[in-house]
C-alpha cells in the first residue's frame, strides 16, 4: 500500500503563478518530511524539508505547510518560473529508519 | 565532486539474463540506497547500506541482490531478469542524518525483453 499518496499526478502552471502540490500520509510515526525535485534525465534532489514540530518552513520561493492533524503536508511554489518545470516528490521517514517513503510524483510545467 | 556516479546509463536485458548496475560515490557517505522508480509509482526501495559489510531490505527486494565491501561502491545485481524488472534505477547515498537529503545519481534505465 502506498504510505504516501501525493496529487495532482501533473500540474500546469502560468509564469508567475502560484504552483501547489499536495502530500497525505498514513503512519504517525512519519516525522521527517522532505520534497524532492527532479528535472529529466537527473537523479531527485532534495528542495526543502519539514519536521513536524513546525506548520511552515520557508526557503525562497518554495514553502512546505505542515498539518500534523489531518496528515498533510504541501509545497507552495510562489512566482513559478519555467526553470521550476520538474517533476516534485515527496517522502516521509520515521527516525532511525532507512526506508524512506517516496509519492508518486507531480510533473509541473510552468508556461512562459 | 562526481558525487554518485551510476552506470551503465542504459541496457537492455533479454529475460533470465543477469547484470549488475554499478554504483560508486566520493563523497564519504556512510549510507548507501538503491531505489527503483517506474511511471505513476514514485520511487521504491530495494535494498541499502549503513556501512561497508553491512546491507538490508527495502521495500522491494525480490530478484535483486547487493553486496558492500568498500564505502565508496555498492553494485546491485539482477539474477535472472524479468520483465517485471523493467524500470529507472537510481543509486543514492547519505550522512547519518537524514536531513543532509540524498544525493541521488543520474539513473540507469534498465529494459528487460
Known amino acids: 500500500q502506498q504510505q504516501v499518496k501525493q496529487s495532482p499526478q501533473s500540474l500546469i502552471v502560468q509564469k508567475g503563478g502560484i504552483s501547489i502540490i499536495n502530500c497525505a500520509y498514513e503512519?504517525?510515526?512519519?516525522?521527517?518530511f522532505p520534497w524532492y525535485q527532479q528535472f529529466p534525465g537527473k537523479g531527485p534532489a532534495l528542495l526543502i524539508a519539514i519536521r513536524p514540530d513546525v506548520s511552515e518552513k520557508k526557503e525562497g520561493r518554495f514553502t512546505i505547510s505542515f498539518n500534523k492533524s489531518a496528515k498533510q503536508f504541501s509545497l507552495h511554489i510562489m512566482d513559478s518560473q519555467p526553470g521550476d518545470s520538474a517533476t516534485y516528490f515527496c517522502?516521509?521517514?520515521?527516525?532511525?529508519?532507512?526506508?524512506?517513503?517516496f509519492g508518486a510524483g507531480t510533473r509541473l510545467t510552468v508556461k512562459p | 565532486n562526481a558525487g554518485v556516479t551510476q552506470t551503465p546509463k542504459f541496457r537492455i536485458l533479454k529475460i533470465g539474463q543477469s547484470m549488475t548496475l554499478q554504483c560508486a560515490q566520493d563523497m564519504n557517505h556512510n549510507y548507501m540506497y538503491w531505489y527503483r522508480q517506474d511511471p505513476g509509482m514514485g520511487l521504491k526501495l530495494i535494498y541499502y547500506s549503513v556501512g561497508a559489510g553491512i546491507t538490508d531490505k527495502g521495500e522491494v527486494p525480490n530478484g535483486y541482490n547487493v553486496s558492500r565491501s568498500t564505502t565508496e561502491d555498492f553494485p546491485l545485481r539482477l539474477e535472472l531478469a524479468a520483465p517485471s524488472q523493467t524500470s529507472v534505477y537510481f543509486c543514492?547515498?547519505?550522512?547519518?542524518?537524514?536531513?543532509?537529503?540524498?544525493?541521488f545519481g543520474s539513473g540507469t534505465r534498465l529494459t528487460v525483453v
Open positions: 543514492a547515498s547519505s550522512y547519518v542524518t537524514r536531513e543532509s537529503g540524498y544525493t
Open positions: 517522502a516521509a521517514s520515521r527516525y532511525n529508519n532507512n526506508d524512506m517513503r
Open positions: 503512519n504517525t510515526a512519519f516525522d521527517y
